[in-house]
């Protein structure tokens, strides 16, 4: 279930940020809802960081969690 979960979360970034994509290609081909190029690149550039960040961002933390990633030797908390 848990899997599941997990896979829910990441399938809705992943179609937002894949929906930003398209709308960057289609600025170049000059198609789209919205008149406006500039606009439309924008918001799809966005749309784009957005979701690979939160996808970039849940797989980190899934890591750190499991101990997957070492801690950083210049980090103060890790001389502890």
Not at 39 to 58: K, P, S
Not at 59 to 75: E, F, H, Q, S, W
């Amino acid at each position: 279930m848990a899997r599941l979960l997990a896979f829910l979360v990441l399938l809705i970034p992943g179609i937002i940020a894949g929906y930003g994509i398209k709308l960057m290609r289609d600025t170049f081909y000059g198609i789209g809802p919205i008149d406006i190029s500039w606009l439309q690149f924008l918001i799809g550039f966005i749309l784009m960081v957005v979701g690979v960040g939160f996808i970039a961002g849940f797989v980190l933390y899934r890591d750190r969690k499991k101990g997957k990633i070492p801690m950083k030797k210049d980090n103060p908390k890790s001389l502890k």
